[in-house]
C-alpha cells in the first residue's frame, strides 16, 4: 500500500496535483478490494469506512489511478465499467445471461497466438479482454415449460 501511495503522489507531482486525504481514502479502499469493482462499490466501502468523499471525487480519482496504472479499467458488459488491481495477464469470460465473470491465464491465449502464426502467418499484437458466452449453469439444458 505504500508503495502504491507514493507512486500515486509522484504521479499526481507530475501533473501539478496532490494527494489530497480524498484521494489517500480512495486509494485506501481499493486496497481492500481483490477483485474487480465498480466505482460504486468502491464508493460504498468508503462509506463503510467513514470516510466523506464525493461521488464525483471517486470517479475522478479512478480516472487518474488509471492514467498512473495503479487501476486497469475494464468493460465485462452491465453497462458500467469494473476496475482491477491486479496486472498479471489475464482475461475474462463473460457469461451473457448470468453476467458471471471467470478470469482465466494467458497460456491458452498464447497457444492461439502461435497456432495464428503457424497457419496463417499472423503475429497477433493482442487479444480482447473478455470473452462472450455462457457458463456452465446458464449452458445447461432447461427443462421444457408445462402449458
Known sequence: MLKE??????????????????????????STFHDHFTAEELLDEIKARGAKVSRASVYRALELLVASNLLRKLDLGENRSHYERHFD???????????????????????????????YG???????QKILGYCSECNQPRPKEEP
Do not use: Q
Request: net charge positive.
Open 122 to 128: 499472423f503475429d497477433a499484437r493482442g487479444f480482447p
Open 5 to 30: 501511495l507514493e507512486s500515486f503522489r509522484n504521479f499526481l507531482m507530475t501533473r501539478g496535483g496532490k494527494l489530497t486525504a480524498e484521494r489517500k481514502a480512495i486509494l485506501e479502499a481499493i
Open 89 to 119: 495477464t489475464h482475461h475474462h469470460l463473460v457469461c451473457v445471461r448470468c453476467n458471471r465473470v471467470i478470469e482465466f491465464a494467458a497460456e491458452p491465449m498464447k497457444k492461439l497466438e502461435e497456432e495464428l502464426w503457424r497457419r
